[in-house]
Protein backbone atom coordinates (compact mmCIF):
# COMPACT_ATOMS: atom_id res chain seq x y z
CA UNK A 1 0.00 0.00 0.00
CA UNK A 2 1.23 3.72 -1.01
CA UNK A 3 0.33 6.66 1.45
CA UNK A 4 0.57 9.76 0.08
CA UNK A 5 1.18 12.71 2.57
CA UNK A 6 -0.10 16.23 1.30
CA UNK A 7 1.31 19.18 3.51
CA UNK A 8 3.23 22.40 3.30
CA UNK A 9 2.68 22.17 -0.87
CA UNK A 10 4.89 19.45 -0.73
CA UNK A 11 3.73 15.60 -2.20
CA UNK A 12 5.23 13.08 0.00
CA UNK A 13 4.85 9.10 -0.61
CA UNK A 14 6.38 5.74 -0.34
CA UNK A 15 5.12 3.55 2.63
CA UNK A 16 5.63 0.15 1.99
CA UNK A 17 3.03 -1.60 3.90
CA UNK A 18 3.06 -4.89 5.16
CA UNK A 19 1.74 -5.61 8.59
CA UNK A 20 2.64 -2.61 10.84
CA UNK A 21 -0.13 0.45 11.55
CA UNK A 22 1.52 3.70 10.71
CA UNK A 23 0.24 7.30 11.81
CA UNK A 24 1.06 10.58 10.42
CA UNK A 25 0.90 13.57 12.18
CA UNK A 26 1.50 17.42 11.78
CA UNK A 27 4.13 19.05 13.91
CA UNK A 28 4.89 22.88 13.84
CA UNK A 29 4.71 25.01 11.22
CA UNK A 30 8.24 24.04 9.96
CA UNK A 31 8.30 20.39 10.43
CA UNK A 32 6.40 16.98 8.67
CA UNK A 33 6.71 14.24 11.26
CA UNK A 34 6.48 10.84 9.92
CA UNK A 35 5.60 8.40 12.97
CA UNK A 36 5.76 4.53 13.00
CA UNK A 37 4.28 2.79 16.00
CA UNK A 38 4.71 -0.69 17.14
CA UNK A 39 4.42 -2.92 20.24
CA UNK A 40 8.46 -2.75 21.05
CA UNK A 41 9.15 0.19 19.91
CA UNK A 42 9.01 3.61 17.93
CA UNK A 43 11.32 5.15 15.24
CA UNK A 44 10.62 8.38 13.70
CA UNK A 45 11.76 9.82 10.59
CA UNK A 46 11.66 14.15 10.53
CA UNK A 47 11.51 15.78 7.39
CA UNK A 48 12.74 19.47 7.38
CA UNK A 49 10.97 21.32 4.51
CA UNK A 50 14.57 23.42 4.33
CA UNK A 51 16.59 20.95 3.60
CA UNK A 52 17.15 18.58 0.91
CA UNK A 53 14.53 16.01 1.49
CA UNK A 54 11.55 17.69 -0.12
CA UNK A 55 10.09 16.22 -3.37
CA UNK A 56 12.46 12.59 -2.37
CA UNK A 57 10.23 9.65 -1.13
CA UNK A 58 10.63 8.59 2.20
CA UNK A 59 10.27 4.98 2.20
CA UNK A 60 9.58 2.94 5.03
CA UNK A 61 9.86 -1.08 5.45
CA UNK A 62 7.34 -2.10 8.50
CA UNK A 63 6.41 -5.67 10.15
CA UNK A 64 4.68 -6.76 12.44
CA UNK A 65 1.41 -5.41 12.83
CA UNK A 66 -2.00 -6.09 10.96
CA UNK A 67 -3.19 -2.93 8.72
CA UNK A 68 -6.53 -3.85 9.27
CA UNK A 69 -5.52 -2.21 13.22
CA UNK A 70 -5.17 1.13 10.95
CA UNK A 71 -7.99 3.48 11.91
CA UNK A 72 -8.87 7.09 11.58
CA UNK A 73 -8.12 8.89 14.26
CA UNK A 74 -6.96 12.67 15.26
CA UNK A 75 -2.96 11.96 13.94
CA UNK A 76 -4.68 11.50 10.53
CA UNK A 77 -4.39 14.17 8.33
CA UNK A 78 -7.01 14.43 5.39
CA UNK A 79 -6.20 17.74 3.43
CA UNK A 80 -8.95 19.64 1.44
CA UNK A 81 -7.70 21.44 -1.48
CA UNK A 82 -9.58 23.41 -3.80
CA UNK A 83 -9.00 22.76 -7.53
CA UNK A 84 -8.77 18.45 -7.00
CA UNK A 85 -12.32 18.49 -8.65
CA UNK A 86 -13.67 16.82 -5.59
CA UNK A 87 -15.91 18.62 -3.27
CA UNK A 88 -15.43 19.10 0.42
CA UNK A 89 -17.02 19.69 3.33
CA UNK A 90 -15.37 24.01 3.08
CA UNK A 91 -16.66 23.73 -0.80
CA UNK A 92 -19.38 24.65 -2.93
CA UNK A 93 -17.93 22.81 -5.76
CA UNK A 94 -14.77 21.99 -7.42
CA UNK A 95 -13.67 23.03 -10.74
CA UNK A 96 -15.89 21.27 -13.08
CA UNK A 97 -17.54 19.54 -10.12
CA UNK A 98 -21.14 21.48 -9.36
CA UNK A 99 -21.92 19.03 -6.56
CA UNK A 100 -25.33 18.54 -8.47
CA UNK A 101 -26.21 22.25 -8.98
CA UNK A 102 -27.77 24.19 -12.05
CA UNK A 103 -29.10 27.93 -12.44
CA UNK A 104 -32.54 25.68 -11.95
CA UNK A 105 -31.69 24.14 -9.03
CA UNK A 106 -30.37 27.77 -7.67
CA UNK A 107 -33.34 29.14 -8.24
CA UNK A 108 -32.76 30.94 -11.82
CA UNK A 109 -34.77 29.92 -14.80
CA UNK A 110 -32.27 28.88 -16.93
CA UNK A 111 -28.32 29.55 -18.02
CA UNK A 112 -25.12 28.33 -17.11
CA UNK A 113 -23.54 27.76 -13.53
CA UNK A 114 -19.97 27.90 -12.66
CA UNK A 115 -17.05 27.59 -10.11
CA UNK A 116 -14.81 30.35 -9.29
CA UNK A 117 -11.19 29.54 -8.09
CA UNK A 118 -11.93 29.84 -4.77
CA UNK A 119 -14.34 27.10 -4.99
CA UNK A 120 -17.67 29.08 -4.76
CA UNK A 121 -20.64 28.87 -6.90
CA UNK A 122 -20.63 31.39 -9.65
CA UNK A 123 -24.22 32.27 -10.22
CA UNK A 124 -23.42 35.24 -12.69
CA UNK A 125 -24.11 33.35 -16.01
CA UNK A 126 -27.52 32.33 -14.59
CA UNK A 127 -31.05 34.26 -15.68
CA UNK A 128 -34.64 34.64 -14.52
CA UNK A 129 -35.46 33.89 -18.48
CA UNK A 130 -33.94 32.39 -21.30
CA UNK A 131 -36.07 29.42 -21.82
CA UNK A 132 -37.75 31.29 -24.54
CA UNK A 133 -37.89 32.76 -27.92
CA UNK A 134 -39.71 34.55 -30.43
CA UNK A 135 -38.95 36.64 -34.07
CA UNK A 136 -40.43 37.11 -37.13
CA UNK A 137 -42.91 34.59 -37.21
CA UNK A 138 -41.72 32.04 -35.08
CA UNK A 139 -41.03 31.10 -31.79
CA UNK A 140 -38.93 28.72 -29.74
CA UNK A 141 -38.65 27.71 -26.16
CA UNK A 142 -36.84 24.79 -23.54
CA UNK A 143 -39.35 22.46 -22.37
CA UNK A 144 -39.43 20.93 -18.80
CA UNK A 145 -36.91 17.95 -20.62
CA UNK A 146 -34.79 20.74 -21.49
CA UNK A 147 -35.17 20.42 -24.80
CA UNK A 148 -35.52 22.77 -27.56
CA UNK A 149 -38.69 22.77 -29.52
CA UNK A 150 -39.95 25.49 -31.99
CA UNK A 151 -42.85 26.68 -34.28
CA UNK A 152 -44.18 28.96 -36.95
CA UNK A 153 -42.36 30.03 -40.31
CA UNK A 154 -39.77 27.26 -40.90
CA UNK A 155 -37.15 29.19 -43.13
CA UNK A 156 -33.70 27.89 -43.81
CA UNK A 157 -34.15 25.13 -40.88
CA UNK A 158 -34.86 27.78 -37.96
CA UNK A 159 -37.59 25.36 -36.47
CA UNK A 160 -35.74 22.34 -36.99
CA UNK A 161 -33.65 22.67 -33.81
CA UNK A 162 -30.81 19.83 -32.95
CA UNK A 163 -31.13 16.96 -30.25
CA UNK A 164 -29.19 17.38 -27.29
CA UNK A 165 -30.02 19.70 -24.07
CA UNK A 166 -29.71 23.57 -23.95
CA UNK A 167 -29.91 25.74 -20.85
CA UNK A 168 -31.33 28.61 -22.80
CA UNK A 169 -32.17 30.04 -26.50
CA UNK A 170 -31.96 33.03 -28.48
CA UNK A 171 -33.65 33.34 -31.98
CA UNK A 172 -33.11 36.07 -34.31
CA UNK A 173 -34.70 36.61 -37.98
CA UNK A 174 -32.79 34.17 -39.15
CA UNK A 175 -31.04 31.50 -37.79
CA UNK A 176 -30.88 30.32 -33.38
CA UNK A 177 -28.53 29.67 -31.29
CA UNK A 178 -28.56 27.80 -27.99
CA UNK A 179 -26.53 27.11 -24.99
CA UNK A 180 -25.54 23.38 -24.03
CA UNK A 181 -24.95 22.63 -20.39
CA UNK A 182 -20.93 23.13 -21.11
CA UNK A 183 -21.10 26.42 -22.17
CA UNK A 184 -20.91 25.28 -26.14
CA UNK A 185 -23.02 26.86 -28.35
CA UNK A 186 -25.55 25.04 -31.29
CA UNK A 187 -26.57 26.87 -33.48
CA UNK A 188 -29.38 26.56 -36.61
CA UNK A 189 -31.24 28.24 -39.57
CA UNK A 190 -29.14 30.16 -42.08
CA UNK A 191 -26.17 30.15 -40.75
CA UNK A 192 -24.45 32.10 -44.41
CA UNK A 193 -21.67 34.44 -43.89
CA UNK A 194 -19.60 33.33 -41.10
CA UNK A 195 -22.18 32.04 -38.76
CA UNK A 196 -21.47 28.18 -39.78
CA UNK A 197 -19.14 27.39 -37.12
CA UNK A 198 -20.08 28.89 -33.86
CA UNK A 199 -17.00 29.69 -32.03
CA UNK A 200 -15.34 27.72 -29.36
CA UNK A 201 -15.06 28.50 -26.16
CA UNK A 202 -17.79 28.41 -23.08
CA UNK A 203 -20.85 31.12 -23.20
CA UNK A 204 -22.52 32.66 -20.37
CA UNK A 205 -25.21 34.58 -22.84
CA UNK A 206 -25.86 34.92 -26.52
CA UNK A 207 -27.59 36.93 -28.72
CA UNK A 208 -28.72 36.74 -32.62
CA UNK A 209 -29.28 39.25 -34.98
CA UNK A 210 -30.13 39.08 -39.02
CA UNK A 211 -26.62 37.69 -39.98
CA UNK A 212 -24.60 37.95 -36.89
CA UNK A 213 -24.58 37.04 -32.94
CA UNK A 214 -22.76 38.17 -29.61
CA UNK A 215 -22.38 36.20 -26.57
CA UNK A 216 -20.79 36.71 -23.34
CA UNK A 217 -17.94 34.48 -22.61
CA UNK A 218 -17.17 32.53 -18.70
CA UNK A 219 -14.98 35.32 -18.42
CA UNK A 220 -17.52 37.99 -19.15
CA UNK A 221 -15.92 39.26 -22.46
CA UNK A 222 -17.84 40.31 -25.26
CA UNK A 223 -17.05 38.19 -28.83
CA UNK A 224 -18.82 38.42 -32.02
CA UNK A 225 -19.04 36.46 -35.03
CA UNK A 226 -21.12 36.73 -39.25
CA UNK A 227 -21.71 39.61 -40.62
CA UNK A 228 -18.36 42.49 -40.52
CA UNK A 229 -20.49 45.17 -42.05
CA UNK A 230 -21.25 48.26 -39.81
CA UNK A 231 -19.14 47.18 -36.83
CA UNK A 232 -21.81 45.06 -36.25
CA UNK A 233 -19.24 41.84 -34.70
CA UNK A 234 -16.45 44.63 -33.15
CA UNK A 235 -17.99 44.42 -29.49
CA UNK A 236 -16.25 46.78 -26.80
CA UNK A 237 -13.63 45.72 -24.36
CA UNK A 238 -15.03 45.27 -20.84
CA UNK A 239 -16.41 42.64 -18.63
CA UNK A 240 -20.55 42.50 -19.15
CA UNK A 241 -23.44 40.64 -17.61
CA UNK A 242 -26.55 40.58 -20.23
CA UNK A 243 -27.20 41.70 -23.73
CA UNK A 244 -29.67 41.93 -26.52
CA UNK A 245 -29.00 42.27 -30.30
CA UNK A 246 -31.76 43.59 -32.91
CA UNK A 247 -31.68 42.79 -36.95
CA UNK A 248 -28.17 45.04 -37.27
CA UNK A 249 -26.99 46.12 -33.68
CA UNK A 250 -25.95 44.91 -30.27
CA UNK A 251 -26.36 46.56 -27.13
CA UNK A 252 -24.68 44.87 -23.53
CA UNK A 253 -24.74 45.99 -19.96
CA UNK A 254 -21.57 45.90 -18.32
CA UNK A 255 -20.72 44.96 -14.91
CA UNK A 256 -21.49 48.60 -13.57
CA UNK A 257 -25.14 48.21 -15.09
CA UNK A 258 -23.99 50.90 -18.02
CA UNK A 259 -25.37 50.22 -21.19
CA UNK A 260 -23.43 50.23 -24.33
CA UNK A 261 -24.22 49.51 -27.74
CA UNK A 262 -22.36 48.90 -31.63
CA UNK A 263 -22.94 48.25 -34.98
CA UNK A 264 -25.56 49.64 -36.94
CA UNK A 265 -27.32 51.40 -34.43
CA UNK A 266 -30.42 52.83 -35.50
CA UNK A 267 -32.09 56.70 -35.03
CA UNK A 268 -32.32 57.56 -31.44
CA UNK A 269 -30.10 56.01 -29.69
CA UNK A 270 -28.58 59.00 -28.56
CA UNK A 271 -30.82 58.71 -25.31
CA UNK A 272 -29.74 55.73 -23.16
CA UNK A 273 -30.82 55.00 -19.57
CA UNK A 274 -29.37 57.39 -16.71
CA UNK A 275 -29.95 54.75 -13.88
CA UNK A 276 -27.96 51.28 -13.59
CA UNK A 277 -29.84 48.46 -15.67
CA UNK A 278 -29.98 44.82 -15.07
CA UNK A 279 -32.16 43.58 -18.02
CA UNK A 280 -31.82 44.02 -21.75
CA UNK A 281 -34.53 43.57 -24.84
CA UNK A 282 -34.06 44.94 -28.20
CA UNK A 283 -35.85 44.53 -31.65
CA UNK A 284 -35.51 46.34 -34.72
CA UNK A 285 -35.26 50.04 -34.16
CA UNK A 286 -36.07 49.89 -30.53
CA UNK A 287 -34.53 48.40 -26.87
CA UNK A 288 -35.61 47.97 -23.43
CA UNK A 289 -34.11 48.16 -20.45
CA UNK A 290 -34.78 46.59 -16.60
CA UNK A 291 -33.34 49.34 -14.35
CA UNK A 292 -31.60 48.88 -10.81
CA UNK A 293 -34.65 49.81 -9.15
CA UNK A 294 -36.88 47.84 -11.16
CA UNK A 295 -39.02 50.78 -13.55
CA UNK A 296 -38.03 49.92 -17.40
CA UNK A 297 -36.70 52.57 -19.97
CA UNK A 298 -37.29 52.09 -23.46
CA UNK A 299 -35.34 54.04 -26.37
CA UNK A 300 -34.93 54.42 -30.19
CA UNK A 301 -36.96 54.89 -33.14
CA UNK A 302 -40.14 56.83 -31.79
CA UNK A 303 -40.61 58.38 -28.16
CA UNK A 304 -38.85 57.72 -24.60
CA UNK A 305 -40.64 55.65 -22.69
CA UNK A 306 -40.77 55.42 -18.84
CA UNK A 307 -42.11 52.78 -16.92
CA UNK A 308 -42.33 54.22 -13.41
CA UNK A 309 -43.47 51.09 -11.31
CA UNK A 310 -40.89 47.75 -10.82
CA UNK A 311 -41.71 45.29 -13.30
CA UNK A 312 -40.07 41.85 -13.10
CA UNK A 313 -39.34 42.03 -17.14
CA UNK A 314 -39.37 43.14 -20.64
CA UNK A 315 -39.52 42.26 -24.24
CA UNK A 316 -40.32 44.13 -27.18
CA UNK A 317 -41.59 43.81 -30.62
CA UNK A 318 -42.24 45.35 -33.73
CA UNK A 319 -43.91 48.91 -32.46
CA UNK A 320 -44.94 47.57 -29.51
CA UNK A 321 -43.69 45.85 -26.34
CA UNK A 322 -44.91 43.86 -22.70
CA UNK A 323 -43.80 43.39 -19.13
CA UNK A 324 -44.64 41.14 -16.33
CA UNK A 325 -45.63 43.31 -13.21
CA UNK A 326 -44.96 42.43 -9.86
CA UNK A 327 -48.36 40.32 -9.17
CA UNK A 328 -46.81 38.41 -12.45
CA UNK A 329 -49.29 40.20 -14.95
CA UNK A 330 -48.94 40.41 -18.45
CA UNK A 331 -49.65 44.17 -19.98
CA UNK A 332 -48.68 45.03 -23.60
CA UNK A 333 -48.54 48.51 -25.02
CA UNK A 334 -48.02 49.69 -28.74
CA UNK A 335 -49.87 49.69 -32.20
CA UNK A 336 -48.95 46.11 -33.04
CA UNK A 337 -50.31 44.37 -30.52
CA UNK A 338 -54.02 44.00 -29.26
CA UNK A 339 -54.26 43.82 -25.52
CA UNK A 340 -57.54 41.79 -25.78
CA UNK A 341 -55.49 38.76 -27.10
CA UNK A 342 -53.43 38.79 -23.48
CA UNK A 343 -54.58 35.76 -21.24
CA UNK A 344 -56.19 36.59 -17.96
CA UNK A 345 -55.73 35.26 -14.77
CA UNK A 346 -52.55 33.69 -15.59
CA UNK A 347 -49.45 33.97 -13.59
CA UNK A 348 -46.37 34.52 -16.24
CA UNK A 349 -42.68 34.27 -15.22
CA UNK A 350 -41.20 34.63 -18.87
CA UNK A 351 -41.75 36.36 -22.26
CA UNK A 352 -40.56 36.42 -25.05
CA UNK A 353 -41.77 39.35 -28.29
CA UNK A 354 -41.45 38.26 -31.94
CA UNK A 355 -42.52 40.90 -34.44
CA UNK A 356 -46.12 39.98 -34.74
CA UNK A 357 -47.26 37.85 -31.54
CA UNK A 358 -46.08 37.55 -28.13
CA UNK A 359 -45.58 34.17 -26.31
CA UNK A 360 -44.96 33.87 -22.58
CA UNK A 361 -44.12 30.69 -20.17
CA UNK A 362 -46.64 30.50 -17.39
CA UNK A 363 -45.97 29.68 -13.49
CA UNK A 364 -47.01 26.27 -14.38
CA UNK A 365 -44.18 26.16 -17.10
CA UNK A 366 -46.83 26.24 -20.07
CA UNK A 367 -46.10 27.96 -23.53
CA UNK A 368 -48.85 30.28 -24.28
CA UNK A 369 -49.11 32.38 -27.28
CA UNK A 370 -51.17 35.42 -28.61
CA UNK A 371 -51.24 37.52 -31.72
CA UNK A 372 -50.68 36.72 -35.36
CA UNK A 373 -50.72 33.65 -36.29
CA UNK A 374 -51.04 32.78 -39.85
CA UNK A 375 -47.96 30.69 -40.10
CA UNK A 376 -48.74 28.89 -36.11
CA UNK A 377 -46.03 31.25 -34.77
CA UNK A 378 -48.72 31.59 -31.92
CA UNK A 379 -49.68 27.92 -31.67
CA UNK A 380 -46.78 26.10 -29.26
CA UNK A 381 -46.87 21.84 -29.60
Known amino acids: ?36 EDTNQSSKRDVDPQSNDLGKTVDMEISDMQ ?33 SKTCNTQGFGGGVLACTEDCKIDESGCRDSGRLTSSDEYSCSLNAQNKAQCWGLNISGRTNPPLGDFVS ?47 ILFDQTLTCWGNIA ?21 CAIDLAGEVKCWGAIPSGFSAFPDEKSTKISAATNQTCAVLED ?42 DIDEGLIPENTDFVELAAGHDHVCGITAASE ?6 NEHGQSSPP
Open 230 to 250: DGRIDPPSGLYRALASGDDYT
Open 169 to 215: IVGGSRHVCAIKPDGALACWGELSGGLSVAPPGRFRAVSVGKNFACG
Open 367 to 372: VICWGQ
Open 294 to 335: NNAFCWGAGSLTYISFPVKGISIGEGFYCYIDQDNTVWCSGE
Open 1 to 36: MRIWILSLGFVYSGCNLSDEGVRFQMGDSSRLDAKI
Open 67 to 99: TSDMQPNDDVIDVARCGDSRVDDSEECDQENLN
